[in-house]
């Protein structure tokens, strides 16, 4: 017993290495992304992360259940794979399955700190004229729109609000109310040289909804809030599909374009229709490859509406999660997230490290699917297995082990 008690914690602890590994090179992949450098290895560095990751999986056990939930997500992410050619998908499964048994705090902490540092190392290499751009002409009416290093107006002061939105999920029970308006006076400040309209009416919603959470302590705990988000979010996603429905300036939405700042327009005039809902398919096909901003859209276009429909249940699943786990501040980034998906398609990409959302989803997806039931006595009878161990779960009663599906 002690030599497979060893053997077990050596695999445990060679799995969070791997893991974290695996964690940082996809941050330093993001900050990449966001500079003026091309990174010709980025493919290869995808490669080796999805390596790390599925290490990772063979280091950990997990129950039967588990093991069938994560071949059904492979086979779904596989097939998208094999119709599209985009492996962000097969990424995804294998990155969220990854995060058992990870302190999901810990690697939040990690993703705050190692962008908050390449992002400032960006914009102190453009103020001193070392690397980067620090402004661009916008095609526009808007002139000069300033970047700080990070490629463009809209990137920087995204950046900004997600940082802040993380940095708010970390660290509220010891925030001061002075400290909300700093980082709303931050954000005003930073909005008059990138004009991120967007960008600062969604660092506003964060910031209240934020105070709303923390000093309404019996709205916080209402189910009724949660499900009032899931159906915010529900309408973006089918605000987005109605949207896609129309031809290039036609429909009712077109009138008023000016306010999505021509993002209709953006995308569906690209060459072949671009997002427009002609052009989706069950699993996407290899030709919907066009950019634009619009996320929900750019969802179901680039992956299909198979996998695009199973992104948007487990999102709402997600928020539900929150409630039932109290994780209130949870549910402020996931909610925040969701809106702005609706207009920018930030977290809709091949970069994991970018979407915080994925990480609770990586913590959370076992209880969400597996449905399990509160332990008795802290307790609950389960079996779980590693990988090469599988035929365990074949005519052997189950065994007494920490809570799982």
Known sequence: MDKEKCTEDWLYQLGQILFYIGLVLELLIVIADKSAYINPWEGQLFRITFLLFLGKICLTRYSFREWLWMLFFLIIAGTCYLFSGRDEAVRLVVFCASFKNVDLRKSLQLAFFVTLSGCLLLVLLALTGIFGQMYIVDAGDRGIRYTFGLGHPNAFFCMFWVLVTLGIYL???????????????????????????????????????????????????????????????????????????????????????????????????????????????????????????????????????????????????????????????????????????????????????????????????????????????????????????????????????????
């Open 171 to 405: 660290y509220w029970r010891k925030m001061k109310l002075w400290m909300y308006g700093l980082l709303l006076a931050a954000g005003l400040i930073l909005f008059l040289p990138t004009d991120s309209r967007t960008g600062v009416l969604i660092l506003v919603f964060t910031l209240a909804f934020s105070l709303f959470l923390t000093y309404g302590r019996k709205a916080r705990d209402s189910k009724w809030l949660y499900i009032a988000g899931i159906l915010l979010f529900f309408g973006c996603v089918g605000l987005s599909i109605w949207i896609a429905c129309y031809e290039p300036y036609e429909g009712p939405f077109y009138p008023y374009d000016r306010f999505f700042t021509g993002r209709i327009t953006s995308m569906n005039t690209l060459e072949g229709g671009g997002g427009i809902l002609r052009n989706w398919r069950l699993f996407s096909r290899p030709e919907n490859i066009k950019y634009f901003d619009m996320g929900y859209v750019r969802l179901f276009y680039w992956y299909g509406i198979i996998p695009g429909a199973l992104y948007v249940l487990l999102y709402a699943m997600l928020m539900w999660q929150c409630y039932k786990k109290k994780n209130y501040m949870g549910f402020m980034m996931v909610l925040s997230f969701a809106l702005y998906t609706m207009l920018e398609a930030h977290f809709i990409s091949v970069y994991l490290g970018r979407n915080y959302a994925l990480f609770l989803l990586g913590a959370y997806w076992s209880d969400m699917l597996c449905f399990r039931k509160p332990p008795a006595e802290g307790m609950q009878d389960i079996q779980e297995e590693y990988w090469w161990q599988g035929w365990r779960f074949l005519g052997r009663k189950e065994t007494f082990r920490e809570p799982g599906c």
